[in-house]
Each structure stands twice: as structure tokens, then as C-alpha cells.
């Protein structure tokens, strides 16, 4: 019985652990498209909307047999996404060099994760996610003409095979995804539309995206928030509030009668320099990462999965049994969890919500 025990916490202990600062860098210049489309422009440009610039997405380093990742990498291309996209994509598209017109693609959302999905009993399939917005326009001299956009969650098969290891996981990662990237540029209408967007225009809708109080203020504003808007204005909504500290971090507040607030009822709140989220019913410390925040929280199997409940074990297994089983599988993990400047959501690395932008950016960034 000891000797169980020690494998287990030897086992919860690994798979608790969070990678936080290794990366993966995809290589994909030196694929090219077989069957490259002739596209009626001179060349690209990207112009990079996203909020959070660091990275593209989370990539697997290790997973167990049933599917969950344990460590996980950050997602890197070897250049930022203006310089290195345009370098897949002329590996993916011929150009008309006569062709006053450039392509432009302004990139609002792109990241990537690798996702492995229990579809039978044989194990884990690992396939590509890739959760892209990108808007594509026809640049010329009176500014960006709309083409069409790709706001999508795709999903692409890795392997037909149960790959067990995550080096092989690796080598056809980078093919897949630039198959994905294939897909964007096959059977479109190139058929600009005649409305205009100056480019003045475009750069103040991209200049007023990032310049959210709660991002450029060089002061804080203590108080609880009520509201993912009050959060972004820097505006909290209730001041008359202590808050209580442990280790350096708030923790709690009460109010003028020294009661304690239901915190849980609230958006999350400043204590004049660090902001937090109410998350899980807790306060968890936001950390600025570029134009956005993250927070380490924990995931449990239970998050992602339906598995099954301790009386559904103790069923099974009885009741000793099954009480290890629940502790088998209510494993947590920490995991960072981002959050979406667009709409307030809060969403794993791997899982992504859908843009909501104000109404002048809606018109120029959709």
C-alpha cells in the first residue's frame, strides 16, 4: 500500500509540473506547395493585429497514455509573424509581378495547438488545431480593398497512426500545418470589393485596439471590478474596500464594516499595482503578456474530458478501489490560462474564443 502511494504522488508530482518558459520553433520554409495557385498580386504584407505577439500557440512535450498533456511548449516561428509569414506564403502561392496591386492580410487571431483526441479505445489521435482570423484585402494606392475572411477553428489529422512518442509527434507537426496554410489560398475569389479603407483609417482602428486604459494608464486604480469593462477601463466600480494580503497577494477584501466581501460575485479587482481575476471562486494574479494577461491556474481531467464520477467508480471498482481511481483521475495540473482582450473570456492556451470588437473596428478589422 505504501509503495502504491509513493507512485502515485511520484506521478501526481510529474504531472503537475508546468513548462513555463521552453519553446518549440516550427520550421516551414522549406516546404513548398506542389501545386502552386497563380494569385493576381505583386506580393504580401501582414500587418499584425494580435494581442498577444509572443507566440502562436502551445505545442505538446509530453502527454500520458490517456491523452493529457502533462508539460507543453510555447509555439514559435523562427521570425515574427510579419517577416516569416510572407516567406511560407511564397512557398505557397506564385506571384504576378506586374501586378500593381499587394495582398494584404491583416491578422487578428492565429494560434495553434496541438490537440489529441480519444476517439476509441487504441489511444489518443493527435491532430492539428489551428483557430486563425484573417482578414485578406487587396492593398492599393487608396487603401485596402476587402477580399474575403477566415475566422475559423480547422482541424487537420496528424497521423492515421497512434504516434507514442512526441518526437515523432514533431516531424510531421510543421507538414500538417503548412497544408493548413495551403488551404487558405485554394478556390478563392480574388474579386476585390470597391469600398475603400485608408490607410490612415486602418491605423487608427489597429492604434485604438491597443490602447486600452488598463494597458496604457501609467497608474492603477485600486478597487474591486464589477465588470471585464470596468477591468479594461481601469475603472473599478467599488473603492471602499480593503484588501487582505497573504504572501504578498491579495487575497480576500472586506469592506468599511470590515466584513468580508463575496468576492466571488465580482469580475476581480487592483490593489493600485497588480490586477487579479475571480476565477474558480479564487483570485488569481494577472500577469501582462504583450498587449494581454494570463494567469496560472490549474486544469483538471475533468475540464476536458468526461470522465467518469467517484460513485460511477465505486460502482465499478467498490468503494476503497474506486477512491483511488478518483484520485487517479481528479489529477490537476497547472495550466496558464489567457485572457481574451476582445471579449473577457478566459480560455486555456489551447482553446481560443472568437473576436468581438468594437463597432468602428468591427467595420475595419473584421
Known sequence: MKRLLGTLLIFLSLYSSAQKNKSHTLQLSSLENEDKPV??????????????????????????????????????????????????????????????????????????????????????????????????????????????????????????????????LSKLRDKVLFKLFCSFFENKNWVASSMAYPSASVAEGIHKRFSLPVLVDSVKRPGIYRSFAEFKDNQPGIVNVKPVTSRGKVVAYKDTDGKYVTIKDYWGCCDGSKCYIVFRNSLYELEPKDKGFRFLSYRDNHDMQNDKSFGDYATDFGMLPGGFAKVFNDRRASEFFDLNMDSGEVYLEELFGRSSLSSLQKEILR
Open 39 to 168: 494569385i493576381p498580386f505583386a506580393g504580401v504584407k501582414i500587418i499584425d493585429a494580435r494581442f498577444d505577439k509572443s507566440t502562436i500557440g502551445v505545442v505538446l512535450d509530453k502527454y500520458t497514455f490517456r491523452g493529457v498533456s502533462i508539460n507543453k511548449k510555447d509555439a514559435l516561428f523562427p521570425d515574427s509573424l510579419t517577416e516569416y509569414l510572407p516567406e511560407i506564403i511564397s512557398n505557397i502561392v506564385d506571384w504576378m509581378p506586374e501586378k500593381e496591386d499587394s495582398l494584404v492580410l491583416l491578422v487578428k487571431r492565429f494560434r495553434i495547438a496541438d490537440h489529441l483526441n480519444n476517439v476509441d479505445v487504441s489511444g489518443p489521435r493527435p491532430e492539428l488545431v489551428c483557430n486563425v482570423s484573417i482578414s485578406f484585402f487587396a492593398g492599393r494606392k487608396d487603401g485596402l480593398h476587402k477580399l474575403f475572411t477566415i475566422e475559423d477553428v480547422l482541424a487537420r489529422r496528424i497521423s492515421d497512426d497512434n504516434i507514442k512518442y512526441v518526437s515523432e
